[in-house]
Every structure is written in structure tokens, then in C-alpha cells.
């Protein structure tokens, strides 16, 4: 297991962790954002992280590890790649999240979910709904960083590399926003939102 310490320490030299004003996926708003597919730029990252987070469910039998695109196509593999298991990922198609090209879930097949940082779990949601209505097994979820601080509640075991707590607000009670001095950004890109 990797300590509290050594995580940070690779989320700083990968410049994950970023401050200001951002909009999140969840709709919320953030004075910190973590820029998880920077961890998968560099495998020395990518490859220590996800080794602590397989080690965690190596004794729960995990047949297949799946995440939401695009954030964890690349943590599936490597998660997958230390289990010695098959990966694959769901995608949105027409705004809804899906398994496509070729990719299926057993029934009863033992799925570990993946996803590099969770706020409010939605896409781990939809991925979860997708293995149980395929007939397979949510054995646990598994991410990189729990904004949450331990909180999220799937219905199966969570497990993290680092549970963080980091603030985030409904748009409308943003403090950042009353203040307005730090624009909003939407992180991925350099354009304010609308």
C-alpha cells in the first residue's frame, strides 16, 4: 500500500492537483480540481497508482474491470493488467452511457468499476446500472482519488488510492462566484463556460 504521503507526492509531480475557480462535470463548482488523466501521461505514475488500487481487490476474484470513457479507459487497462483479468470501457452514445464495440458482460460475471476521481459518482453510477442489468457482479468500485473524503455510497465496497475531502458548491451557492474575482473554467479547456 502506498502511503498518504507518497500519493500526494506523485499528484503533485504529475500536476494533478490545480486551484481556482472550476466548473466540474458534476455541474458543481470548485476551488480545487484534480487533473487525474495527467497521472496516465506517464506510466511510472499510472503504473504505481493502479498497482496499489489492484492490490486492494486482489482477493475478490475480479473476472473484468470496466470504466467510463474517456477519464478511465486507460486506469481499466492498468488495473486490469495487474489483476491478469479482461478490461473495457462504456461510452455515451446519444447522451447515454453504453458498452459498444463488441464488449459484454457475463451474467454473473465478478465486475470491478473503475474511474480516476469520483465527486458525486455519477458516471460510476450509470456503469454500475449497466453490469447489473447485463447480469453481472458489482464487486466493488475502485478510483484513484474519492473527492468525497469516504463518503460515496455505491452499495458495494469503495475502494481509493487517497479519500480526499475537497469543497464544491451548487452553482448558485459558489462562493467563488459572489466573490467574483476568479473566473470559472471548465477544466480541459481555456474557455470560461456560458
Known amino acids: 500500500m502506498l502511503t498518504k504521503e507518497r500519493v500526494i507526492e506523485i499528484l503533485k509531480e504529475a500536476g494533478v492537483l490545480q486551484e481556482g475557480h472550476f466548473l466540474l462535470t458534476s455541474g458543481r463548482h470548485s476551488n480545487k480540481y484534480l487533473q487525474c488523466a495527467k497521472i496516465f501521461r506517464n506510466t511510472k505514475y499510472s503504473e504505481e497508482l493502479c498497482a496499489d488500487l489492484a492490490a486492494q481487490f ?98 458495494v465496497p469503495v475502494k481509493s488510492v487517497i479519500a480526499m475531502e475537497v469543497e464544491s458548491w451548487e452553482a448558485d451557492a459558489c462562493p467563488l462566484c459572489k466573490e467574483g474575482k476568479i473566473p470559472l473554467v471548465k477544466p480541459g479547456s481555456r474557455k470560461q463556460p456560458k
Open 58 to 155: 486482489k482477493d475478490d476474484d475480479i473476472q473484468l474491470v470496466i470504466g467510463p470513457a474517456l477519464g478511465a479507459v486507460q486506469m481499466a487497462y492498468e488495473v486490469s493488467r495487474h489483476l491478469g483479468c479482461e478490461n473495457f470501457f462504456t461510452e455515451r452514445e446519444d447522451g447515454v452511457m453504453t458498452l459498444r464495440r463488441g464488449f459484454s458482460i457475463q451474467p454473473g460475471q465478478r465486475v470491478l468499476v473503475v474511474e480516476d476521481v469520483v465527486t458525486t459518482g455519477g458516471s460510476v453510477r450509470e456503469v454500475i446500472d449497466i453490469v447489473k442489468k447485463a447480469g453481472g457482479v458489482v464487486a466493488g468500485v475502485g478510483v484513484v482519488v474519492d473527492r468525497t473524503g469516504g463518503k460515496i455510497d455505491f452499495g
